[in-house]
Structure formats: structure tokens, C-alpha cells
């Protein structure tokens, strides 16, 4: 698979098949992805991969506390807190798509909860990977990791795998580190749902869509 391939392939898969992801090829794809470039070599990735027991126990942690309407506080800001134009309209616009493609209705909150809710178990995916970053690290770093965030999907696009990236993790980051006895000098950006397509799943059938370079680019010469 070419890169052009993979990046048109790539998806974020929210239904998997019960079907295990062998940890030297996880260490495979984890070796291509270390690949990604940073500033001055800093390489800044700290990852938790957590699978089986370990991850039905997470899960059952998290989905209770969810239940519950309990969450931890966020130790960094994902999104704005104040939506404005055109990114409040692109986030609507993509709910929209996702809820429209399952059949779940604006009033229907209980389905909706439990939509929300599976991020919390990786959407059953036989593995996540968890991200954190040391406190101290500035923006630059994060670019760097996005890099890194990047390759790694792409690179298991190309081995036959299918990816979800989640910033839904950073919601519980005090208890997915007491869980993995993570030290708190860290952040928990996020994870990442990996696994083999359910390709007959409903969800998965929909994509996003993306903007025509003439709306986001100048060329000057």
C-alpha cells in the first residue's frame, strides 16, 4: 500500500471484530511510528498499550463513572470553550452525519449516552493505546506528537488495520493513571482505538468531509 493509499484508506473505525491484534506486530507498527520527526529529537511519546483483562477492567471503571456523570478534571484543553465560525458549524455537521447514519434522534438521549459511551470501551476494539506527555513540554511538543499520532495510524492502515483516534480518554485522566500506575507528571492526551474493522457495521460506513484546498491554502510566488 502507498502512502497516498493509506491516507485515503485511514477512517475512524467506531465498530471492530472480536478478533485479536498480535502485540509484535502492536511493536511493529509502534517501531514505523517512531520514525516521526521532532524538534531537536525529543521524541516526547510516553504510551500505555492495554489490551485484554487489563482493558475490560479500565473499561468497566470508566463506563461506570460515565453512568454515574462523574469525570475527571481535564488536565488541558482539547476544544475551545467557546465554539465560533466555521468550527462550530464542521463539529455540528459531523454529530450530525454520525447520529444521522445510526438513526439515533436529537431526543433520543439514551442512545445517545450510550453512542458516547463506548469511547470508553475503545468501541470494543481489542486494544487501545494510551498517550501522555511529560507536564513540562511545551506546544512544539505537541506538534511533534501529532506527528507521531499520525504515522502510526497510517502504519496500521497499511498493515490491515483500522484506528480511532480519542480525545474522550483525557475526560478520566486521573483514573486511567491510578489504574496503570501512570506518574502525574504527566498528561493523558488521548488514545487510540486499534483493531480489524466490523465492516458491516452501521457506523462505519460514513465518512467525513474535507475541505477543497482553495478554501484553507494561498499560493504566493
Not at 507498527?29 to 479500565?58: D, F, H, T, Y
Not at 433520543?108 to 470494543?124: I, P, S, T
Not at 488495520?161 to 491510578?178: F, G, M, N, R, V
Amino acid at each position: 500500500m502507498t502512502v497516498k493509499q493509506a491516507l485515503e484508506k485511514r477512517k475512524s473505525v467506531r465498530a471492530f471484530l472480536d478478533k485479536d491484534v498480535p502485540t509484535e506486530l502492536i511493536k511493529e507498527l509502534l517501531n514505523q511510528a517512531k520514525l516521526a520527526p521532532s524538534g531537536v529529537n525529543m521524541q516526547p511519546w510516553q504510551i500505555c498499550v492495554v489490551s485484554g483483562a487489563k482493558k475490560r477492567e479500565l473499561e468497566t471503571t470508566l463506563c461506570q463513572k460515565f453512568d454515574d456523570g462523574i469525570f475527571d478534571e481535564m488536565e488541558y484543553e482539547y476544544y475551545p470553550k467557546v465554539w465560533q465560525e466555521p468550527y462550530k458549524s464542521r463539529r455540528k455537521e459531523t454529530g450530525l452525519l454520525m447520529y444521522e447514519t445510526l438513526g439515533i434522534t436529537r431526543e433520543d438521549k439514551e442512545r445517545q449516552h450510550e453512542q458516547w459511551k463506548a469511547n470508553y470501551r475503545a468501541f470494543d476494539a481489542p486494544v487501545v493505546l494510551l498517550f501522555f506527555i511529560d507536564k513540562h513540554l511545551e506546544a512544539g511538543s505537541y506538534l511533534d506528537y501529532g506527528m507521531f499520532l499520525q504515522s502510526f495510524m497510517l502504519a496500521a492502515t497499511a498493515s490491515g488495520l483500522a484506528t480511532c483516534p480519542q480525545a474522550a480518554y483525557a475526560s478520566y485522566a486521573k483514573s486511567i493513571k491510578e489504574a496503570l500506575h501512570v506518574k502525574d507528571d504527566s498528561i493523558l492526551l488521548g488514545g487510540i482505538a486499534l483493531g480489524y474493522e466490523d465492516e458491516q457495521a452501521l457506523v462505519n460506513s460514513y465518512r467525513t468531509t474535507r475541505l477543497k484546498i482553495e478554501d484553507f491554502v494561498r499560493f504566493y510566488e
